[in-house]
């Protein structure tokens, strides 16, 4: 299905934390800027700052090299309820390794 979408002319695609972000990667990152794939329920809503930097870390790590860039989201949409320590962790994940891979 990610062929079709960027055959729609989309500049970018959301990625579901349930897909391969990696293989996303693979068959549409010289097209499309992926973005998502963190876990909205068992990391954001669920998860302890750690847990949050650390599963960010490993979405920049499999998508940073791709060539039209990557953008850190969560895999789908937040559940209300998500706490905002961990939403802030996310950010700071983000802050923390910079626009360029340090």
């Known amino acids: 299905m990610w062929e079709l979408m960027t ?12 897909a ?12 499309v800027q992926p973005m998502g794939n963190v876990k909205p329920s068992e990391i954001m809503l669920e998860g302890i700052v750690p847990e949050v930097k650390k599963a960010v870390f490993q979405c920049i790590r499999q998508a940073y090299d791709n060539p ?3 953008i850190v989201a969560s895999g789908c949409s937040l559940p209300t309820e998500t706490p905002f320590k961990n939403i802030h962790a996310m950010m700071d994940a983000v802050r923390d390794i910079g626009f360029y891979l340090r």
């Open 7 to 18: 055959k729609a002319g989309a500049d970018c695609i959301s990625i579901d934390n349930e």
């Open 68 to 70: 039209k860039g990557y």
């Open 20 to 31: 391969d972000l990696l293989e996303a990667k693979h068959k549409v990152g010289d097209k």
